[in-house]
Nanobody
Framework: QVQLVESGGGWVQPGGSLRLSCVAS????????MAWYRQAPGQERELVAS???????NYADSVKGRFTISRINGANTVYLEMNNLKPDDTAEYYC??????????????WGQGTQVTVDS
């Protein structure tokens, strides 16, 4: 199994910044993709940003130019740097990884979530 531990959420005023961190541990043979999702009350979970093993990134249109995802492969860590935060960014943020636990078996794993609140 793979465990994910997230940190870095909190409250911030509009225009402020936060950095989320997620560390993966456990039976990891190889990490493929790492990503951040978010879910606001009453809404579906949505992809915020993803990064693959080659550090290629993908962003939701709503966060392009404001958020930056990065990963440290040797440390099984992914970050989400969030700048110019808006009230619409308020949500529970979840770390997600796709990992091989052996050469032939892989799965998608989720963190417990960290709350981000943007409010004046």
């Amino acid at each position: 199994q793979v465990q994910l531990v997230e940190s870095g959420g909190g409250w911030v005023q509009p225009g402020g910044s936060l950095r989320l961190s997620c560390v993966a541990s456990g039976s990891i043979f190889r990490l493929v993709a790492m990503a951040w999702y978010r879910q606001a009350p009453g809404q579906e979970r949505e992809l915020v940003a993803s990064v693959n093993a080659g550090h290629a990134t993908n962003y939701a249109d709503s966060v392009k130019g404001r958020f930056t995802i990065s990963r440290i492969n040797g440390a099984n860590t992914v970050y989400l740097e969030m700048n110019n935060l808006k009230p619409d960014d308020t949500a529970e943020y979840y770390c997600n990884v796709r990992a091989y636990t052996n050469p032939s078996e892989w799965g998608d794993y989720w963190g417990q979530g960290t709350q981000v609140t943007v409010d004046s």
